[in-house]
Antibody
Framework: EVQLVESGGVVVQPGGSLRLSCAASGFTFDDYAMHWVRQAPGKGLEWVSLITWDGTSTYYADSVKGRFTISRDNNKNSLFLQMSSLRAEDTALYYC?????????????WGPGTLVAVSS | QSALTQPASVSGSPGQSITISCSGTSSDVGAYNYVSWYQRHPGKAPKLMIYDVGNRPSGVSNRFSGSKSGNTASLIISGLQAEDEADYYCSSYSSRSRWVFGGGTKLTVL
């Protein structure tokens, strides 16, 4: 059974940093690209970032580019999101999501999410 | 404000059919056939229901179908059932290796 479990979400002050983790199991982790998607309170889903299966290519939403860094450790079946210069608008539930088959375009399994709150 | 525009809510009676629209632009929905739809029940993770505009992953009921015309994609649910009551989100690949989502539509089964 595919399982994704995010962790690392906390309350952090504006301008602070945070590292989110996503532990993956139930599938061959290094066969798949992975995404981070977030949802702010009362808002819709927002794509954040993508990393290829081998970590050699990464992509970011304009809203986080230059502040967030996605990475992965295939030996530990783990995905990460290093977040810095955090802003109030980064407050959201952050999901890691597995890509569907060989396609980067779809998300077939999601974790339950980890909550990041940026507040002074 | 989400990049793709969906109605906030739709409703229908059991057995009826409903359509949820997803309006984008010529840079996303109109440019690519990488449109997908996700169902999310309260407190649960989103579930992929439709990909490539109109394809269903294994295990998804054939009551769910999708289509696209120009910059607008649609999710059609036929033979509405109580278990279909959920939030539905559309998504599209966009130019410059980005992905965009709709704001979500709350489906109520009357």
């Amino acid at each position: 059974e595919v399982q994704l479990v995010e962790s690392g979400g906390v309350v952090v002050q504006p301008g602070g940093s945070l590292r989110l983790s996503c532990a993956a199991s139930g599938f061959t982790f290094d066969d798949y690209a992975m995404h981070w998607v977030r949802q702010a309170p009362g808002k819709g889903l927002e794509w954040v970032s993508l990393i290829t299966w081998d970590g050699t290519s990464t992509y970011y939403a304009d809203s986080v580019k230059g502040r967030f860094t996605i990475s992965r450790d295939n030996n530990k079946n783990s995905l990460f999101l290093q977040m810095s210069s955090l802003r109030a608008e980064d407050t959201a539930l952050y999901y890691c999501a597995k890509t569907y088959g060989s396609s980067w375009y779809y998300f077939d399994y999601w974790g339950p999410g980890t909550l990041v709150a940026v507040s002074s | 404000q989400s990049a793709l525009t969906q109605p906030a809510s739709v409703s229908g009676s059991p057995g009826q059919s409903i359509t949820i629209s997803c309006s984008g632009t010529s840079s996303d929905v109109g440019a690519y056939n990488y449109v997908s739809w996700y169902q999310r029940h309260p407190g649960k993770a989103p579930k992929l229901m439709i990909y490539d505009v109109g394809n269903r992953p294994s295990g998804v009921s054939n009551r769910f179908s999708g289509s696209k015309s120009g910059n607008t994609a649609s999710l059609i649910i036929s033979g509405l059932q109580a278990e279909d009551e959920a939030d539905y989100y559309c998504s599209s690949y966009s130019s410059r290796s980005r992905w965009v989502f709709g704001g979500g539509t709350k489906l109520t089964v009357l």
